[in-house]
């Protein structure tokens, strides 16, 4: 089974900022891929950035970087410059790379946090 | 990328009656399509995994009978819940799992309210 923890219901931090949003996983699988979603007060998920187990390079997008710790299965997200556009719920999300079946594709996502960034 | 609608974005209804979901991809075949559960301020729940052309794989104190879904083509799949109640208001996505991108690409989101 799976498992994605995210310890901070919600953050704060000052525009232009930079701010760390943690996320713990748990897995037996040996090749999986983490995911960190935003989702605005409208509803929709919208994809940030992507890292797999097997990559050697912490993942980035534009202000978006993951911190990729696999020895402690940490994948924290930081976001450089915060923006007031930023305020937002995200998600960090586990998949396993499980080829075929109808699990594969599936998702399992953390808590949550709401990040408020302040002018 | 790839697009998803969902219609509709919001319905309100009334106890009892039965309200249908509809999830498109509209730029991709998709033969696996999810559908999520989310309350205020919470995570995403998987209900179900939803297969083209066979029975959706529902989780774990999902009730089938209740949320039925139908992924009769490779671009629709529907969620219908049956008897609506109130406590069944919530926010409802579907994503569709692209093959060829190893990508879940996710829907707009429909918020059901029922009175």
């Known amino acids: 089974a799976q498992k994605i923890t995210q310890t901070q219901p919600g953050m704060f931090v000052q525009e232009k900022e930079a701010v760390t949003l943690d996320c713990t996983y748990d897995t037996s699988d040996q090749s999986y891929g983490l995911f960190w979603y935003k989702q605005p007060s409208s509803g929709e998920m919208i994809f940030l950035i992507y890292?797999?187990?097997?990559?050697?390079q912490n993942a980035t997008e534009g202000r978006y970087s993951l911190n990729f710790q696999k020895a402690r299965k940490s994948a924290n997200l930081v976001i450089s410059a915060s923006q007031l556009g930023d305020s937002a719920m995200y998600f960090c999300a586990m998949r396993a790379h499980q080829a075929g079946g109808t699990s594969y594709g599936k998702l399992t996502f953390g808590q949550g946090t709401i990040l408020t960034v302040h002018p | 990328g790839a697009v998803v609608s969902q219609h509709p974005s919001r319905v309100i209804c009334k106890s009892g009656t039965s309200v249908k979901i509809e999830c498109r991809s509209l730029?991709?075949?998709?033969?696996?399509m999810f559908w999520y559960r989310q309350f205020p301020k919470q995570s995403l729940m998987l209900m179900a995994t939803?297969?083209?052309?066979?029975?959706?794989?529902?989780e774990q104190g999902v009730e089938k009978d209740k949320f039925l879904i139908n992924h009769a083509s490779l671009t629709l799949s529907t969620l219908t819940v049956t008897s609506a109640h109130p406590e069944d208001s919530s926010f409802y996505i579907c994503?569709?799992?692209?093959?060829?991108?190893?990508?879940?690409?996710f829907g707009p989101g429909t918020r059901l309210t029922v009175l």
């Open positions: 730029d991709f075949q998709a033969t696996t």
């Open positions: 994503s569709a799992y692209r093959g060829s991108t190893d990508t879940q690409y």
């Open positions: 939803s297969n083209e052309g066979s029975k959706a794989t529902y």
């Open positions: 890292q797999g187990s097997y990559d050697e």
